[in-house]
């Protein structure tokens, strides 16, 4: 069940403890990262947003984070480069980064578009 979370004060939230795939209905939540994750992603559909929030770990620790698109979607802005299935990593997550991709419904590289990040994201080579 989303609840209120202060990373994003104001906005709903889940724990994310592990791999995750999303769906239709996560969007609008924010995915408040806690463990090393790979958050796949649905595809593409016109009115999904998702934001991705690095917290820590119950250690104290950096997650090692990795957004997987689905395999015919891409995800540009930010400056990456238009190509389809690759991964968007948090190069060097620090607690507060996040990454907010909107769903475009056309597939291929403009699946996904970054309408926002904090932080250092990359993309798979």
């Avoid at 507060?96 to 932080?119: K, M, N, Q, R």
């Amino acid at each position: 069940m989303p609840k209120l979370n202060s990373p994003r004060v104001g906005y709903n939230s889940v724990d994310v403890t592990g791999n995750k795939t999303l769906t239709a209905a996560d969007s609008g939540i924010v995915q408040d990262v806690k463990a090393n994750a790979v958050i796949t992603l649905p595809a593409t559909a016109a009115g999904l947003r998702f934001v991705i929030h690095v917290n820590q770990t119950s250690a104290g620790k950096k997650p090692t984070v990795s957004i997987a698109p689905n395999s015919a979607d891409g995800v540009t802005g930010n400056g990456f480069t238009a190509a389809v299935n690759k991964a968007i990593n948090a190069t060097s997550a620090e607690f507060g980064d996040f990454i907010e991709l909107s769903g475009t419904g056309t597939t291929g590289v403009t699946g996904w578009i970054v309408d926002g990040s904090a932080g250092t994201w990359s993309r798979a080579a």
